[in-house]
């Protein structure tokens, strides 16, 4: 069976400090990947998306950058952070199946950049 | 664009009430649809969805029938549990838009015994 791994689980960090958020998939291959992030209170974000090694996709232009260095790793990442960058990231995965394309996410990474 | 519609809350319930979110949606293919569901402190989980129009997704004693003439994906549960205290997602999924999946904003449930 398929599982999906993220960590840290909780991180802090100072404003200004570098980040990398790291996310792997077992047990399928090729999958699209997704990270995805939820401010406080609020809903899902999509940040960016990968269907290949080398293929990412940015949804939102910001300070964060994303990269697919092997078919199951998904690394999120970060020069400088900043306190809006606060919030809880998910990493997601999906292989598409026929007409379907169910996403199934990672337990997520809090972080909290003071 | 693409957008999801969700009823705001907090919904606040006793143990065994009947429990309705609403879910609405706006796209410009024929989506798929899915309810998702995050307990406290973890990831989103799968709970139901539907691919085609009039399909009803179910699953631990909840449903959302897929309406097209009315662009909604109600999610019902006829007896909500206290472990039924989440916050619950709806979301699409277009195939033309790439088959990224787009959220609503969530509604938090809580279940009193």
């Known amino acids: 069976s398929q599982t999906i791994h993220q960590w840290p689980a909780t991180l802090v960090q100072p404003v200004g400090s570098p980040l990398s958020l790291e996310c792997t998939v077992e047990?399928?291959?090729?999958?699209?990947l997704y990270w995805y992030r939820q401010a406080a209170g609020r809903g899902l974000q999509l940040l960016f998306y990968?269907?290949?090694?080398?293929?990412i996709s940015s949804e939102v232009p910001q300070n964060l950058s994303a990269s697919r260095p092997q078919d199951r790793q998904f690394i999120l990442s970060s020069k400088k952070l900043l306190l809006s960058d606060s919030g809880f990231y998910l990493c997601?995965?999906?292989?598409?199946?026929?007409?379907?394309?169910?996403?199934?996410f990672g337990p997520g990474t809090r972080l909290t950049v003071l | 664009g693409n957008s999801v519609t969700q009823m705001e809350g907090p919904v606040t319930l006793s143990e065994e009430a009947f429990l309705t979110i609403n879910c609405t949606y706006t796209?410009?293919?024929?989506?798929?649809l899915f309810w998702y569901v995050q307990y406290p402190g973890e990831g989103l989980q799968l709970l139901l969805k539907?691919?085609?129009?009039?399909d009803k997704g179910s699953n631990k004693g909840f449903e959302a029938t897929y309406r097209k003439e009315t662009t909604s994906f109600h999610l019902e549960k006829g007896s909500v549990q206290v472990s039924d205290s989440a916050v619950y997602f709806c979301?699409?999924?277009?195939?033309?838009?790439?088959?990224?999946?787009?959220f609503g904003g969530g509604t938090r449930v809580l279940v009193k015994p």
């Open positions: 997601a995965w999906s292989v598409l199946a026929g007409s379907t394309d169910t996403q199934y």
């Open positions: 047990g399928t291959s090729n999958p699209n």
């Open positions: 990968s269907v290949g090694i080398g293929q």
């Open positions: 796209a410009t293919g024929y989506p798929s």
């Open positions: 539907a691919t085609k129009a009039d």
């Open positions: 979301a699409l999924r277009d195939g033309a838009a790439g088959n990224k999946l787009t």
